[in-house]
Nanobody, 123 residues
Framework: QVQLVESGGGLVQAGGSLRLSCAAS????????MGWFRQAPGKERDFVAG????????YYADSVKGRFTISRDNAKNMVYLQMNSLKPEDTVVYYC????????????????WGQGTQVTVSS
């Protein structure tokens, strides 16, 4: 059973930084991809960033390019999202997810999800 547990959310001032972590367990993730998504109340879950477990190729939504960095630690089964230059509009719940294959941007393509972590950016 795959389990994903996010941590690292919180309250930060605009312009500040946070690092989200996602602990993955339950299987070997070779060939899989990990993604970070975010969702505001009443809205769809949007792709933020993705990384291939093998090789480490990364992908980003245009809205976060240059500000957010996704990385993974294969030995620890961890995925991270370093968020810099945070803006009030980044205030939402962030989720990590995993799928077998490349990191597609559509949330429906992902099989497993964490419980989410709230990020709040004050102006």
């Amino acid at each position: 059973q795959v389990q994903l547990v996010e941590s690292g959310g919180g309250l930060v001032q605009a312009g500040g930084s946070l690092r989200l972590s996602c602990a993955a367990s339950g299987r070997t993730f070779s060939g899989y991809s990990m993604g970070w998504f975010r969702q505001a109340p009443g809205k769809e879950r949007d792709f933020v960033a993705g990384v291939r477990w093998s090789g480490g190729t990364t992908y980003y939504a245009d809205s976060v390019k240059g500000r957010f960095t996704i990385s993974r630690d294969n030995a620890k089964n961890m995925v991270y999202l370093q968020m810099n230059s945070l803006k009030p509009e980044d205030t939402v719940v962030y989720y990590c997810a995993v799928r077998n294959g490349p990191p597609y941007t559509e949330s429906l393509n992902y099989n497993y999800w964490g419980q989410g972590t709230q990020v709040t950016v004050s102006s």
